[in-house]
Protein backbone atom coordinates (compact mmCIF):
# COMPACT_ATOMS: atom_id res chain seq x y z
CA UNK A 1 0.00 0.00 0.00
CA UNK A 2 2.89 1.98 0.16
CA UNK A 3 3.51 2.43 -3.11
CA UNK A 4 -0.18 3.76 -3.95
CA UNK A 5 0.19 6.22 -1.37
CA UNK A 6 3.41 7.39 -3.21
CA UNK A 7 1.68 7.70 -6.40
CA UNK A 8 -1.09 9.72 -4.86
CA UNK A 9 1.60 12.18 -3.85
CA UNK A 10 1.89 10.89 0.15
CA UNK A 11 -1.84 12.49 0.59
CA UNK A 12 -2.86 10.26 3.08
CA UNK A 13 -6.84 11.74 3.51
CA UNK A 14 -7.02 11.17 -1.13
CA UNK A 15 -5.52 7.66 0.01
CA UNK A 16 -8.04 6.65 2.32
CA UNK A 17 -10.57 8.27 -0.06
CA UNK A 18 -9.55 5.85 -2.72
CA UNK A 19 -9.47 2.95 -0.29
CA UNK A 20 -12.72 3.91 0.99
CA UNK A 21 -13.85 3.87 -2.85
CA UNK A 22 -12.20 0.83 -3.59
CA UNK A 23 -14.35 -1.11 -0.45
CA UNK A 24 -17.63 0.47 -1.41
CA UNK A 25 -17.17 -1.25 -5.12
CA UNK A 26 -15.79 -4.81 -3.79
CA UNK A 27 -19.35 -6.16 -2.84
CA UNK A 28 -20.86 -4.99 -6.86
CA UNK A 29 -17.55 -6.45 -8.43
CA UNK A 30 -18.13 -9.96 -6.27
CA UNK A 31 -21.48 -10.17 -7.29
CA UNK A 32 -20.90 -9.51 -10.52
CA UNK A 33 -18.24 -12.39 -10.84
CA UNK A 34 -20.23 -14.87 -9.26
CA UNK A 35 -23.25 -13.86 -11.47
CA UNK A 36 -20.55 -14.19 -14.77
CA UNK A 37 -19.45 -17.77 -12.84
CA UNK A 38 -22.99 -18.90 -12.82
CA UNK A 39 -23.94 -18.32 -16.43
CA UNK A 40 -20.54 -19.93 -16.88
CA UNK A 41 -19.24 -17.87 -19.61
CA UNK A 42 -15.70 -17.92 -19.23
CA UNK A 43 -14.71 -14.82 -20.92
CA UNK A 44 -17.18 -12.53 -19.34
CA UNK A 45 -16.13 -14.09 -15.97
CA UNK A 46 -12.26 -13.81 -17.29
CA UNK A 47 -13.21 -9.54 -17.39
CA UNK A 48 -14.96 -9.27 -14.27
CA UNK A 49 -12.31 -10.64 -12.16
CA UNK A 50 -9.72 -8.64 -14.42
CA UNK A 51 -11.71 -5.27 -13.37
CA UNK A 52 -11.44 -6.42 -9.72
CA UNK A 53 -7.88 -7.42 -10.51
CA UNK A 54 -6.99 -3.60 -11.66
CA UNK A 55 -8.81 -2.08 -8.60
CA UNK A 56 -6.85 -4.31 -6.35
CA UNK A 57 -3.67 -3.12 -8.06
CA UNK A 58 -4.69 0.40 -7.68
CA UNK A 59 -5.39 -0.07 -4.25
CA UNK A 60 -2.41 -1.26 -3.71
CA UNK A 61 -4.30 -4.58 -1.81
CA UNK A 62 -1.46 -7.03 -3.30
CA UNK A 63 -2.81 -9.94 -1.51
CA UNK A 64 -5.74 -9.78 -2.72
CA UNK A 65 -4.22 -8.80 -6.58
CA UNK A 66 -2.80 -12.33 -6.12
CA UNK A 67 -5.53 -14.10 -5.26
CA UNK A 68 -7.25 -12.42 -8.50
CA UNK A 69 -4.15 -12.96 -10.83
CA UNK A 70 -4.65 -16.74 -10.32
CA UNK A 71 -8.50 -16.41 -10.81
CA UNK A 72 -8.01 -14.58 -14.21
CA UNK A 73 -5.70 -17.23 -15.16
CA UNK A 74 -7.83 -19.86 -14.27
CA UNK A 75 -10.64 -18.31 -16.29
CA UNK A 76 -8.45 -17.64 -19.65
CA UNK A 77 -7.51 -22.00 -19.63
CA UNK A 78 -11.75 -22.45 -19.10
CA UNK A 79 -11.13 -23.28 -15.74
CA UNK A 80 -14.38 -22.42 -13.95
CA UNK A 81 -14.67 -25.08 -11.19
CA UNK A 82 -11.29 -23.59 -9.97
CA UNK A 83 -12.04 -20.60 -9.99
CA UNK A 84 -15.31 -21.54 -8.09
CA UNK A 85 -12.70 -22.48 -5.87
CA UNK A 86 -10.66 -19.93 -5.67
CA UNK A 87 -13.24 -17.30 -4.87
CA UNK A 88 -13.81 -18.56 -1.28
CA UNK A 89 -10.28 -17.07 -0.89
CA UNK A 90 -10.56 -14.37 -2.92
CA UNK A 91 -14.09 -13.42 -0.65
CA UNK A 92 -12.78 -13.87 2.81
CA UNK A 93 -9.84 -11.71 1.62
CA UNK A 94 -12.65 -8.84 0.93
CA UNK A 95 -14.20 -9.21 3.49
CA UNK A 96 -11.00 -8.85 5.70
CA UNK A 97 -10.52 -5.60 3.41
CA UNK A 98 -13.53 -3.96 3.74
CA UNK A 99 -13.77 -4.45 7.79
CA UNK A 100 -9.93 -2.89 7.65
CA UNK A 101 -10.75 -0.33 5.40
CA UNK A 102 -14.22 0.44 7.72
CA UNK A 103 -11.78 1.05 10.47
CA UNK A 104 -10.36 3.44 9.04
CA UNK A 105 -13.69 5.92 9.99
CA UNK A 106 -13.49 5.08 13.47
Not at 27 to 33: H, V, W, Y
Not at 58 to 69: D, E, P, R, S
Not at 80 to 90: D, G, I, N
Request: proline letters at 1%; one cysteine or more.
Amino acid sequence: MDDTLQRLGDDQQLFYQVLRWFAADLPNTLAGIETCLVSGDAQKTREAVHKLKGSAANAGATGLHAMVVEAEQLCKANELAKVKTRMVSVRQEINQIITLIEQLDD
